[in-house]
């Protein structure tokens, strides 16, 4: 879609010059606050699979993924004092917005994953890749809080597996076939308003589980070890 890229470039480079000030100020307290880059730069599955380098600012420890699971809990002790803060904004994910302006991600689309996660898509789950992965989307605003819900897994991973990922492949399926450029603005004013005021859930997504549901049966399989 024409528009929808070019919606893209223009709200990103004017989203990164309105916002300069502050990413300097969060990068300036990322550098300080722990050893390591200002920004961490995982490789994730593009469109059509293709890998990609994502833009984040660092909110964990340097090699967190060599030492940790992919999935992280809130209680997670590789998060730095500014990635707490960080990450419960979101604004670790600001940054990507250089992705949108290179093309790698768009807007609106599904969150990207691992490359290792993309290797095992199966079905239709493949036709996910068929569009450029996004900064926000449905199952971003539902799964809002995914490390809440994962807090005090001893396999943060398995839990994730069981308890969130089919709800967020159902939903990332729905946006893929339902897309549209007026429905790409509800879902980036819904997260804004999402961020601000955690209890409001568009109604498209009334009928999924709430984090209360999600929590307790993360609960059930916590404690039966995982």
Do not use: H
Request: aromatic content about 12%.
């Amino acid at each position: 879609m024409i528009l929808k890229r070019l919606f893209d470039i223009c709200a990103a480079l004017f989203g990164l010059i309105v916002l300069s000030p502050f990413l300097l100020l969060v990068a300036l307290w990322v550098k300080l606050d722990s050893k390591g880059p200002v920004f961490y730069r995982p490789e994730r599955g593009g469109r059509n699979g293709k890998p990609f380098r994502i833009f984040k600012f660092r909110s964990m420890i340097i090699d967190a993924d060599k030492i940790g699971p992919g999935s992280t809990a809130n209680d997670d002790r590789r998060i730095t004092r500014s990635g707490r803060f960080i990450r419960a904004c979101k604004f670790d994910e600001i940054s990507q917005l250089i992705n949108v302006l290179f093309g790698d991600m768009s807007l609106v689309g599904p969150r990207p994953d691992l490359l290792s996660e993309v290797a095992k898509y199966e079905g239709e789950e493949k036709r996910i890749l068929d569009l450029r992965p996004g900064i926000t989307d449905w199952a971003s605003i539902w799964n809002a809080d995914e490390g809440g819900v994962l807090d005090g897994a001893k396999d943060a991973d398995a839990v994730y597996q069981i308890v969130l990922r089919p709800t967020k492949v159902r939903l990332q399926l729905y946006y893929r076939d339902n897309r549209t450029f007026f429905f790409d603005l509800k879902i980036i004013f819904s997260t804004i308003y999402r961020i601000v005021n955690k209890r409001f859930l568009p109604k498209e997504l009334k009928d999924y589980p709430d984090f209360e549901t999600l929590r307790a049966e993360a609960l059930r399989l916590i404690e039966e070890g995982m």
